[in-house]
């Protein structure tokens, strides 16, 4: 999986994701101070999806893309410190399922 963390992102990057996005995901975008951005297999999203919302108060969204009933990208919007959260929430997580293999 691959995780990148845009902190105070432009007004670019904004607009490049609220064309990706769903209608909820757009009505936040431009409140929030931090994108988390994610990248792996689908079943690795929904389950980081469900950790994200647990742990912390952001709001997750899928990414469209080129083949979009392929979801292979999601964007935690919040604030930093949230967003922040999440993401190590996720990669804990990760790794701790991936020990009980």
């Not at 967003?83 to 990669?91: C, L, T």
Request: charged share 25%.
């Amino acid at each position: 999986m691959d995780f990148k963390l845009i902190k105070s992102p432009t007004d670019g990057v904004k607009r490049a994701l609220s064309k990706r996005m769903g209608a909820e995901g757009r009505a936040v975008l431009e409140e929030v101070s931090a994108i988390g951005l994610m990248q792996g297999k689908l079943i690795e999203m929904i389950y980081a999806i469900d950790i994200a919302e647990k742990s912390a108060g952001v709001l997750v969204e899928d990414i469209k893309g080129v083949c979009p009933q392929h979801m292979t990208s999601i964007a935690i919007l919040g604030d930093t410190s949230s967003v922040q959260s999440a993401i190590e929430e996720i990669k804990l997580k990760m790794k701790e399922g991936n020990s009980l293999w």
